[in-house]
C-alpha cells in the first residue's frame, strides 16, 4: 500500500499540467504534487500513475515517490479560483501525490543530454506501458540534482478504456521516433536484455495492489478490484514479450536543431546534466 497522507494546505496550481496538478502541503510537513480524483480525465489516469509509477521505480528509473493523499473538500473553500474551487470541492477523499521535487528543471532534449543506456531504458519501459507522452514536445522528465527523473503516466495503458480490445492493443508496435530520448540513439536491445527478465506477473501484482479499492471498484465487467488487478498484470506481461522487435526508431522530422554546442556535449560524459551558463532555448520550461 502506499503511504497515507492528508492535505492540510493547498499551495498553488501547476497550471502547466493539463490536468490542472496543484502543489500540496501534507499533515507529514511534506510538499507533493497533487492529482485529483476530480479532474476531467478521471481516476483511470490515476491508477495509470500509480501502476506505472510503482513498474518505473521498481525496474530503476528514477520517479519521485507515490503517497495516497486523503483531502478534505473543506480545504477548497477559500481558493478564489472557481475552476481550482471546483477541483478540490469534487475530489474528497483519496488522491494521487507524487513528492514535489523542489527546484527541478523540466527536461529538454536539445539543452540536456542522456545516455544510450539510459535513453534505451525510458524508451524501453514507454513501450511496455504504450506511453505517448514523453515526445521532444512535452518530455514529461525533470532533472533533479543532475539526474534524469520520469513523471506524468496517466495518460498510458490506454488498453484499459477498452477492457475487450486490451490484448489485441497489447501486441501492436511502438513508434518511439517522436519521444524525447529518441536523438539519444536509446539502446533499446540493451534494456529488454536487462529490464525484460524482471517483469514478472508477480511484480506486476505488487505494483497492481498499490491501487486503492476504490479507484477500482465497479469497472464493468470485473467482480472486484482483485480481479481488475489480475487484467493490468496479465495484459502487461504479455506486452512484455518480444517487446523489443515491435519498437521502432527513428527520429521526429520536425525536432527543431539543437543549439550550437550540443556536437561538443556529444562528446562529454552522457550522464544527464543542466549546463551552468547556458541560455535556455526557446519552449524551455522551468517547474514551479
Ligand atoms: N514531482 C514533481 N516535482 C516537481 N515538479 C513537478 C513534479 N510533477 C510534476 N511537476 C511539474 O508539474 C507539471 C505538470 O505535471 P504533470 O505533467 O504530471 O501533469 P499533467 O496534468 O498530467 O500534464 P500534461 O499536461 O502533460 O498531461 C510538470 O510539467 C512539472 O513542471
Ligand atoms: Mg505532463
Not at 38 to 64: F, H, M, N, S, W
Not at 147 to 171: E, F, K, P
Not at 206 to 223: I, N, R, S, Y
Amino acid at each position: 500500500m502506499l503511504t497515507e497522507v492528508s492535505a492540510t494546505r493547498y499551495v498553488t496550481p501547476l497550471r502547466e499540467g493539463g490536468s490542472l496538478p496543484g502543489l500540496v502541503e501534507a499533515d507529514d510537513l511534506g510538499l507533493y504534487v497533487m492529482k485529483f480524483t476530480g479532474a476531467g480525465q478521471g481516476r483511470k489516469t490515476l491508477v495509470a500513475e500509480v501502476i506505472c509509477g510503482r513498474l518505473a521505480d521498481r525496474l530503476g528509473l528514477r520517479i519521485p515517490g507515490l503517497a495516497q493523499i486523503r483531502l478534505d473538500p473543506v480545504i477548497g473553500l477559500g481558493e478564489p479560483d472557481p475552476e481550482v474551487q471546483g477541483l478540490l470541492k469534487s475530489s474528497g477523499g483519496l488522491n494521487l501525490g507524487m513528492e514535489f521535487l523542489s527546484g527541478a528543471i523540466g527536461f529538454d532534449p536539445l539543452a540536456h543530454e542522456v545516455s544510450a543506456e539510459e535513453a534505451g531504458r525510458v524508451v524501453w519501459f514507454d513501450a511496455l506501458i504504450n506511453n505517448v507522452d514523453r515526445s521532444w514536445r512535452n518530455p514529461n522528465m525533470l532533472l533533479w540534482q543532475g539526474d534524469l527523473w520520469v513523471i506524468d503516466h496517466g495518460a498510458s495503458m490506454i488498453w484499459h478504456h477498452n477492457w475487450r480490445g486490451a490484448a489485441t492493443s497489447a501486441a501492436k508496435p511502438y513508434d518511439a521516433s517522436d519521444h524525447a530520448l529518441a536523438v539519444f540513439g536509446p539502446d533499446v536491445a540493451g534494456a529488454a536484455s536487462a529490464l525484460a527478465p524482471q517483469v514478472s506477473e508477480e511484480l506486476l501484482l505488487e505494483c497492481a495492489a498499490d491501487v486503492p479499492d476504490v479507484w477500482l471498484a465497479d469497472e464493468p465487467g470485473f467482480a472486484d478490484p482483485d480481479e481488475v488487478r489480475r487484467a493490468y498484470a496479465t495484459t502487461l506481461l504479455t506486452r512484455a514479450q518480444g517487446l523489443e522487435q515491435r519498437i521502432t526508431l527513428g527520429t521526429p522530422a520536425d525536432l527543431p536543431k539543437a543549439p550550437a554546442d550540443r556536437s561538443a556535449a556529444q562528446a562529454e560524459p552522457s550522464k544527464s546534466s543542466g549546463r551552468a551558463g547556458q541560455s535556455a532555448p526557446a519552449g524551455w520550461r522551468e517547474s514551479r
